[in-house]
T-cell receptor, first 111, second 114 residues
């Protein structure tokens, strides 16, 4: 049973526009949420995180929003750049020792 | 610092063979873990360790063994490989028990079981 779901396997966005990647989770006990970015043939790298006590966290072009009542988080990238083309994974931390990942969304940013 | 180092990068096995995927980190991280990545399934946690001598199961532990005799090393053992274990395996480490957001990953080991 997938506890963290990314229902859009792919997303295509024009350079300069906003990219919105979505993630849903089922376990209300999750208390920390993260986004990772992965290029082909490389390991994932940390992008941004948010604690369950917040509803928004911003870092440069990247903003993560958390809606606890809907068990939903989203990653906004503004403006999108071609170098942002990658697979994005959301992840949720359970009991501080398990990080559960979603299935990933492949973002393509075209000129 | 080398970070998280995984060996081998590529391996082909026959069904029933055994092998060990090596993982080493030089960041003095207490927490280490193994994930597998499969198409449409994302990253799934196999086993993890919160410190030397302590290991626990993740989401998909069957068919895999781990041990943590030192802080630096966290090998993943396949005792009798099956085609269902064909995957890309990632080792990762983190500074402490509570996630600060930074889980450092190795470059991955691609395993094919025929």
């Amino acid at each position: 049973d997938q506890q963290v779901k990314q229902n859009s396997p792919s997303l295509s966005v024009q350079e300069g526009r906003i990219s919105i990647l979505n993630c849903d989770y089922t376990n209300s006990m999750f208390d920390y949420f993260l986004w990772y970015k992965k290029y082909p043939a490389e390991g994932p790298t940390f992008l941004i995180s948010i604690s369950s006590i917040k509803d928004k966290n911003e870092d440069g072009r990247f903003t993560v929003f958390l809606n606890k009542s809907a068990k939903h988080l989203s990653l906004h990238i503004v403006p999108s750049q071609p170098g942002d083309s990658a697979v994005y994974f959301c992840a949720s931390a359970l009991n501080t020792d398990k990080l559960i990942f979603g299935t990933g969304t492949r973002l393509q940013v075209f000129p | 610092n080398a970070g998280v180092t995984q060996t081998p990068k590529f391996q082909v096995l026959k069904t029933g063979q055994s092998m060990t995927l090596q993982c080493a980190q030089d960041m003095n991280h207490e927490y280490m873990s193994w994930y597998r990545q499969d198409p449409g399934m994302g990253l799934r946690l196999i086993h993890y360790s919160v410190g030397a001598g302590i290991t626990d199961q993740g989401e998909v532990p069957n068919g895999y063994n781990v041990s943590r005799s030192t802080t630096e090393d966290f090998p993943l053992r396949l005792l009798s490989a099956a085609p269902s274990q064909t995957s890309v395996y990632f080792c990762a480490s983190s500074l402490g028990l509570a996630f600060t957001g930074e889980l450092f990953f190795g470059e991955g080991s691609r395993l094919t079981v025929l």
